[in-house]
Structure formats: C-alpha cells, structure tokens
C-alpha cells in the first residue's frame, strides 16, 4: 500500500510539472508573441528605415491615395510622434555647421536649369541685405540636388569662390543628398493629368525638399524657405524678429512673407522633421506649395498667416521646369521693408454698414485680409483709439484691392485727435485735426511728430463725399517714435 501511495504520489507531481512546463510554454510563445508584434509595429514607424527598399514600398503605397486633409488627420496625428530625423547620409559639398545654433536658417534647393542661373545672385542678396550684427544670426543652408555630379562640382566652385568668408564663419553651407537615397520617381501617379516629366519634377523636388528641411533642423530656431531665384529685402532679418515677437503667444504653425509659391514661408524649426515626413509621404501627390497648405491645415492653422509688404521677390525669368518663361512677381514687395509699421494696440470701430465677416480689425492687421463695406455717405468714419497716448512718425493707408480697384475712398481725409471721453466702448475723442486728404484712394504722410503738437490717442478715416461704389480699406499702417512722457 505505501508502495502504490508512493507511485501514484508521484505521478501526481510528475503531472503537476507537466502543467507547470507547460504554463511556462504558453507564457513563453504568448512573450514571444507580443515581442514579435512590438517589433513589426516599430519597424512600421521607425524613421531610420527610411532608407530600406521596404520603407519606399510603404510611402509608394501610402501616396497612392488622393490625398484628402480631413480623411488624413488621424494618420497625421499619428505621425505627430516623428520628431526625429530621417536618416540619410548628406555630403557636405562647402562649409560646415556651427556648433551653436542661430536665430534663422535660410534653406534653398538647387537643380541645372535649361536657360539662366540665378543661385549665386540669390545668395549674394542674402549676404548683402543683412547687415553686420544680422549676419551673426542667420545660417544659409543650398541643397545642390542635381544628380549631374559635373554641374555640382561646378556649382560648389563658384560658390566657394564668391563666397569663401561666409564658408569660412560658418554661415553658407552647402550639401548634397546621392540619388540612391531618393524613392522611385519614374511611372508616378499622373494627378491633375499632368505630364509625365512635369509629375516626375515636381515629386522629386518635393523629396528635394524634405532632405533640406531635415537637415536644417537642429541649426537654428526658425526656419525660412526660399527658392533659388529670389532678391531680398533690406534687413529682412530685423523685419521678421520684429513679426515674431509681435505673433509672441499666439499659435501659428507658417507665417508667409511672400504671396508666391514657397517662398518666404517660416516654420518654427522644431516643426521641420513632420514637414518632412508629410513631403515624403505625399511626394506624388502634388506640387510642394500645395502639400504646405494641407501641412498648415492638419496642424490647426486653417487661415494664411501672411505679412505684408513682402520680404522676398521672384527674380528668375526662367523656370527650371524645363526652361519654361516664368514671369511671376510679388507686388507687395518691397526693397526697403524693413520698415515695417508698429501697429500699436487699439480698439477698432465704424459707423458703416459691413460686409458679411470683412469687420474693421482686419484691415489694421498686418496679415493679408482688409475691411470691407458698403457704399459709405458723408461724415461715415472708421475710427482707431488708441490704448496709450502715442507719438508718430508716419501712417499710410491704402484702399481697393487688385481685382476691385473701384472700391477705393474716393473723397475722404485722414484725422489724429486728443483728450479721449466716454465709456470703454464708446470712447473717442474731442478733437481731430486734419492732416490732409486721399489721393486715388490712398495716403501717406511722413515726419507726423513734428506736424503734431500733442500726444495722438485716436485717428480716423473720414468719407467726406458719399460714394456708390463699396469701401475696402486694405491696410493701415502706424509707424511709431519715442513713447510720450505720461
């Protein structure tokens, strides 16, 4: 009897670590298996892969979809996770980052074009509209994306002869990104029906693109985009710190100065990685301006963020499509822009009739929008009060737009006024005096302080002739001096 109780006691124990191996079996292959699935998952999202003919094949499969803002946005939020660089391998063709960042990259992307070369003219208006102190503040970034290896060798000569003190202080760089690393650019998507050739341009330079933007990362705290056929205003450096720190505490995602394609868009550079990503995803979707759009848009900046007067000018005659005649300009630039106005805080209001949103806050803006209303009678107004008593040295105001240059004040004048009465508001002031009137639907008057006595707390616009035509008062523009003894 002990023998069997022993036997069977046993054999108990030999069952009980038969499902103990067993249990230890099942957890091991179930560990396996989610190990398995985590790492298919990072494989999926890990940036690095980039460069694996796998990783191709996932963005050639995920830009065969038209791309739609609304149907991506849970993707994009998806890829809100990518903050770090792609990793491709860039040849420094001149020069070489600085180990301490800047306040501003300037990026620029460069091919061999079929007639005219404007690069090296377009970096001298860099270097020659900046001054001393902003020339320690900026880092200039040309992408020679070319695959001609004898145009880049030649290119990389002029410029490092032109240029070698820049190279020198760290402040011109130029790189190169071997095709090898490019995704497929023949037998793209033919969207839109464009031609093969023009898909096949217009994807690679989307690619062009994103390598830029990547690299350009780390180098400063903005970035600016530009292309390689652009003049630059006088101390365009000052004129955007000035719209920086006057957008300080407020979202924006891209701030434009310039009406044109992409030029003159700025990033905050901790945004470039996604930018590249999402060029990279879509590459053969649509031109670049067009997918800028769809990145602003997905990142909450629905309305154009853009400055005027322009800081940056289309230069080129030829396009490098092909050598194509591209006549295009901005003609809100201008080549002294630095200047540009103060606009200090003031509460807005008119007596006349507006137009659907086009309210009076829109046109004292310095973001491309402008007030709108209908036909105004004599003795309507459109009054600023000012919330502290200020000096000023020059105003301007223009009126109608492009495509409705009737709608412009044809008889009105321009008043500065004093001692402010009545509630928060209502508030106005007692006394105006005149400092001339409009001329074909504009005015400008310089050296204000010194034709004006006194500390100015209201300005208004006054229509002294009723009119039929409507009133767009496109901007208005305050320049101020010294702040007045309180």
């Known amino acids: 009897v002990k023998l069997l109780y022993a036997f069977f006691h046993v054999r108990h124990n030999l069952k009980y670590f038969d499902k103990m191996r067993c249990l230890r079996k099942r957890s091991a292959v179930s560990f396996l298996g989610v190990l398995v699935i985590c790492l298919l998952f990072m494989n999926l999202y890990i940036e690095d892969g980039y460069v694996l003919e796998g990783d191709k094949q996932l963005i050639r499969e995920t830009a065969t979809h038209q791309l739609n803002p609304e149907r991506y946005v849970h993707t994009f939020k998806d890829l809100s996770n990518f903050s770090g660089s792609i990793n491709i391998s860039y040849r420094y063709?001149?020069?070489?980052?600085?180990?301490?960042?800047?306040?501003?990259?300037?990026?620029?992307?460069?091919?061999?074009?079929?007639?005219?070369?404007?690069?090296?003219?377009?970096?001298?208006?860099?270097?020659?509209?900046?001054?001393?102190?902003?020339?320690?503040?900026?880092?200039?970034?040309?992408?020679?994306a070319d695959f001609d290896s004898s145009w880049c060798e030649g290119m990389v000569q002029d410029i490092s002869q032109k240029f070698a003190h820049h190279i020198i202080a760290g402040r011109l760089i130029v790189i190169h990104v071997p095709e090898e690393y490019y995704p497929v650019l023949e037998g793209l998507k033919r969207n839109y029906n464009d031609p093969e050739d023009r898909v096949k341009f217009r994807s690679k330079q989307n690619v062009d693109y994103a390598f830029l933007l990547n690299f350009c990362a780390n180098l400063?705290?903005?970035?600016?985009?530009?292309?390689?056929?652009?003049?630059?205003?006088?101390?365009?450096?000052?004129?955007?710190?000035?719209?920086?720190?006057?957008?300080?505490?407020?979202?924006?995602?891209?701030?434009?100065?310039?009406?044109l394609g992409y030029i003159g868009k700025l990033y905050h550079s901790h945004d470039l990685p996604r930018l590249a990503h999402f060029l990279l995803m879509f590459y053969q979707e649509m031109p670049c301006d067009w997918l800028l759009i769809h990145f602003r848009g997905l990142l909450a900046q629905k309305e154009v963020i853009r400055f005027k007067p322009s800081l940056f000018q289309h230069m080129g005659y030829y396009s490098s499509y092909k050598g194509a005649e591209n006549k295009l300009k901005d003609d809100d630039f201008e080549e002294e822009s630095f200047d540009i106005p103060d606009n200090p805080p003031a509460n807005?209001?008119?007596?006349?009739?507006?137009?659907?949103?086009?309210?009076?806050?829109?046109?004292?803006?310095?973001?491309?929008?402008?007030?709108?209303?209908?036909?105004?009678?004599?003795?309507?107004?459109?009054?600023?009060?000012?919330?502290?008593?200020?000096k000023i040295s020059k105003i301007k105001v223009v009126t109608g737009t492009e495509?409705?240059?009737?709608?412009?004040?044809?008889?009105?004048?321009?008043?500065?006024?004093?001692?402010?009465v009545g509630s928060k508001k209502g508030r106005q002031c007692t006394t105006y005096l005149r400092l001339g009137e409009f001329k074909n639907g504009n005015f400008e008057i310089t050296d204000v302080e010194n034709k004006v006595l006194f500390d100015i707390n209201c300005m208004r616009i006054l229509v002294t002739k009723s009119q039929k035509e409507w009133l767009i008062i496109r901007s208005i523009s305050v320049w101020t001096s010294q702040t007045p003894n309180q």
């Open 93 to 144: 063709l001149a020069g070489t980052p600085l180990p301490r960042k800047r306040y501003l990259t300037i990026g620029l992307s460069s091919v061999k074009r079929k007639k005219g070369n404007y690069l090296l003219e377009t970096i001298k208006s860099i270097f020659d509209q900046s001054s001393y102190e902003e020339l320690k503040e900026i880092a200039v970034v040309v992408q020679l």
């Open 220 to 259: 400063s705290e903005y970035y600016v985009m530009l292309e390689d056929d652009v003049r630059c205003s006088k101390n365009f450096l000052t004129a955007v710190k000035k719209v920086i720190t006057s957008r300080e505490g407020s979202y924006w995602v891209t701030l434009e100065f310039s009406k």
């Open 348 to 390: 807005l209001h008119t007596n006349m009739n507006v137009f659907e949103n086009y309210e009076a806050s829109k046109a004292y803006s310095s973001i491309d929008e402008y007030f709108w209303g209908k036909a105004p009678s004599t003795g309507d107004f459109y009054g600023i009060v000012f919330e502290k008593p200020i």
């Open 403 to 420: 495509d409705r240059q009737n709608d412009i004040l044809h008889h009105g004048a321009l008043e500065v006024g004093e001692k402010i």
